[in-house]
């Protein structure tokens, strides 16, 4: 990771769970870290944290709501004056609502598809013409995808979930192709966790509480800091090794 230290990394959704445990790991790596979130106090809460612990990085919070176009590119804006550009994008903001296609509110399938899929690829495309313009040709563009985007569990409340899910195992491999058509070093990953103990499980199942806290009772999760170890091994890899798609559950874990 010396490479990459004094460089900066945008993560989304950095206030809670695995954004939060990214953001900070990579703090603790020497990186200047734009974090971003719509709850932007939490992530303020991060910093000074990270600051108190003495940690040789820095985060940045910056207050965006990933399903408004101008304000992604506000901070893209902003992230190109005051720290010259992004080096990693780490996609990691996501959502669930259990809304399943039989009966879902169209409302809530948008606002899936909108941060899910959409913010996802407009910061991967501002992330990716930032570094076009510097000339950085090793910068890395992470999207946390999950193993739901590789199979269909038969829950209904996850089935809309999971399609906007698949869409990300694709974009990632359209990215890995256009990069290459660019003739260009720049690396496209995806990481796939199965259950994790984050705010995930609690906030799909707000409307019952027992079906949320019986998510992490029947084994041993995953937890936010095994997806946080992953991002840096992938940002570790040599320069000529590019890894398309970590997979990784909880040892208990069925399927």
């Given at each position: 990771?010396?490479?990459?230290r ?6 989304t ?8 445990a990214i ?8 990186m ?17 944290e990270c ?11 910056f ?6 176009e ?9 992230i ?16 669930a ?30 992330a990716?013409?930032s ?30 979930y ?26 496209a ?9 984050t ?5 799909l199942?707000?409307?019952n ?10 084994y ?34 069925v399927?």
């Amino acid at each position: 990771m010396e490479r990459w230290r004094g460089r900066v990394a945008l993560v989304t959704g950095a206030s809670v769970g695995i954004g939060a445990a990214i953001a900070v790991e990579l703090v603790r790596l020497g990186m200047k870290v734009v974090g971003c979130a719509r709850d932007v106090g939490k992530i303020q809460k991060l910093a000074a944290e990270c600051q108190s612990a003495g940690h040789p990085g820095v985060l940045v919070p910056f207050k965006c709501d990933l399903t408004k176009e101008e304000e992604i590119l506000s901070m893209f804006a902003a992230i190109k004056e005051q720290h010259k550009g992004v080096d990693v994008c780490i996609n990691n903001a996501g959502l669930a609502h259990p809304e399943p296609l039989l009966s879902g509110k169209t409302s809530a399938w948008k606002n899936m598809m909108d941060v899910n899929i959409l913010g996802l690829s407009i910061c991967t495309r501002e992330a990716y013409q930032s570094m076009k313009e510097r000339n950085v040709d090793d910068g890395h563009i992470i999207n946390i995808n999950s193993m739901s985007g590789h199979r269909v569990l038969p829950s209904a409340s996850t089935h809309f979930y999971s399609a906007t899910k698949f869409a990300v195992t694709a974009l990632t491999e359209g990215l890995r192709q256009e990069l290459r058509a660019e003739k260009t070093h720049i690396r496209a990953t995806s990481i796939s966790p199965g259950l994790v103990e984050t705010e995930f499980g609690p906030r799909l199942f707000k409307d019952n509480p027992d079906k949320a806290a019986s998510l992490y009772s029947e084994y041993k999760p995953l937890e936010a800091k095994d997806v946080a170890s992953s991002v840096v091994y992938v940002l570790s890899a040599p320069p000529h090794v590019q890894i398309g798609d970590i997979q990784m559950r909880a040892t208990e874990q069925v399927s």
